[in-house]
């Protein structure tokens, strides 16, 4: 079974300049999550996608960063414009819909970002 | 509010040492799921294990064993013989609701020495 895909894997930028991520999760995972994590430290949530619905995006800093999952599947991920303290390493983790239980979340293999 | 502290920021060994990293958590609901994940080198998070609040037995896989403890509000987690391939920055994650989101530790980050 293929795991969570994310690209690029490696992105440098200069500060105010835009970016994009872009997630797959595992095929048949109704849940999604973008986790940031900042160089030693945890990662913490960003933004959890139902489907295509947002059930939390309560850390999302919305005035610059944004994310959609159109059709439930694929995710992007956008930081418009980009900040020196967006320098980070940006998960996307999915899990089979947890109605009752917190499921098991599987993460991919990040983005590094550097905002320079 | 929900909260997990992992007091260990580094942790060295020698290879075949048992070591055990410890997690500390803090919630107000019942019904809560505590995860521990690997992040090897290479940057991807492994799942390892879940505990539901409501299950307290404890949990051994070949070399690796977890503790949890709510009296202590604890879920400590054992390398038995540990091997240079342990290596790596272990966090601990907590959740609370249906699906939820993950509260992760600040990491334990174990390095096996040959």
């Known amino acids: 079974e293929a795991g969570v895909a994310q690209s690029p894997r490696y992105k440098i930028i200069e500060k105010r300049q835009s970016v994009a991520f872009w997630c797959n999760p595992i095929s048949g995972h109704a849940t999604l999550y973008w986790y940031q994590q900042i160089l030693g430290q945890g990662p913490k949530l960003l933004i959890q996608?139902?489907?295509?619905?947002?059930?939390?995006d309560s850390q999302l800093p919305k005035d610059r960063f944004s994310a959609e999952r159109l059709k439930g599947v694929d995710s992007t991920l956008k930081i418009q414009p980009a900040k020196l303290e967006d320098s980070a390493v940006y998960l996307c983790?999915?899990?089979?819909?947890?109605?009752?239980?917190?499921?098991?979340?599987?993460f991919g293999p990040g983005t590094r970002l550097t905002v320079t | 509010a929900q909260k997990v502290t992992q007091a260990q920021t580094e942790i060295s060994v020698v290879e075949k040492e048992d070591v055990t990293l410890d997690c500390v958590y803090e919630?107000?609901?019942?019904?809560?799921?505590l995860f521990w994940y690997k992040q090897p080198p290479s940057g991807e998070l492994v799942f390892l294990i879940r505990r539901n609040s409501f299950d307290e037995q404890n949990e051994i896989s070949g070399r690796y064993s977890w503790n949890f403890q709510k009296s202590t509000s604890s879920f400590n987690f054992t390398i038995t013989a540990s091997q240079v391939v342990d290596s790596a920055v272990y966090f601990c994650a907590l959740a609370w609701n249906q699906g939820g989101k993950l509260i992760f530790g600040q990491g334990t980050e174990l390095s096996v020495k040959p």
């Open positions: 983790a999915s899990s089979l819909s947890g109605k009752r239980d917190a499921l098991e979340q599987y």
């Open positions: 919630t107000r609901d019942t019904t809560y799921y």
């Open positions: 996608f139902q489907n295509n619905g947002v059930v939390d």
